[in-house]
């Protein structure tokens, strides 16, 4: 069964950085535009960031991340990653990435509705 695998979560302090990575099991991630979201307890999916596939490789960052996340991917080892810098007590969630319908970027990349498949998610804790 395809599915998408995400790793890099952890407990880190305020200011401090993590790199989140998404790869494939029994599916290959170039061909897509690829998103991140993120969930907070008690709270709804949001877009964070997503990347087109293709020699553009438009990027889309969510207001609140735009700045310190870095959204990236490694064709060779059909990987994407989010490097998340200046992290914030408010950037805990667990963190998604999902595949999009396409290779463009999605018309609303902040849409869960825009993306097809999903991974179960890592967790980015940000406490002092």
């Known amino acids: 069964q395809a599915q998408l695998v995400e790793s890099g979560g952890g407990l880190v302090q305020p200011g401090e950085s993590l790199r989140l990575s998404c790869s494939g099991s029994?599916?290959?991630?170039?061909?897509?535009?690829i998103g991140w979201f993120r969930q907070a307890p008690g709270k709804e999916r949001e877009g964070v960031s997503c990347?087109?596939?293709?020699?553009?490789?438009?990027?889309w960052y969510s207001s609140s991340v735009k700045g310190r996340f870095t959204i990236s991917r490694d064709n060779a080892d059909d990987t994407v990653y989010l490097q998340m810098d200046s992290l914030k007590p408010e950037d805990t969630a667990i963190y998604y990435c999902?595949?999009?319908?396409?290779?463009?970027?999605?018309?609303?990349?902040?849409?869960?509705?825009?993306?097809?498949?999903w991974g179960q998610g890592t967790q980015v804790t940000v406490s002092s």
């Open positions: 999902a595949t999009a319908k396409g290779a463009f970027m999605p018309n609303f990349p902040e849409n869960i509705d825009e993306y097809r498949i």
């Open positions: 990347i087109s596939s293709g020699s553009d490789e438009s990027t």
């Open positions: 029994g599916l290959t991630l170039r061909y897509n535009a």
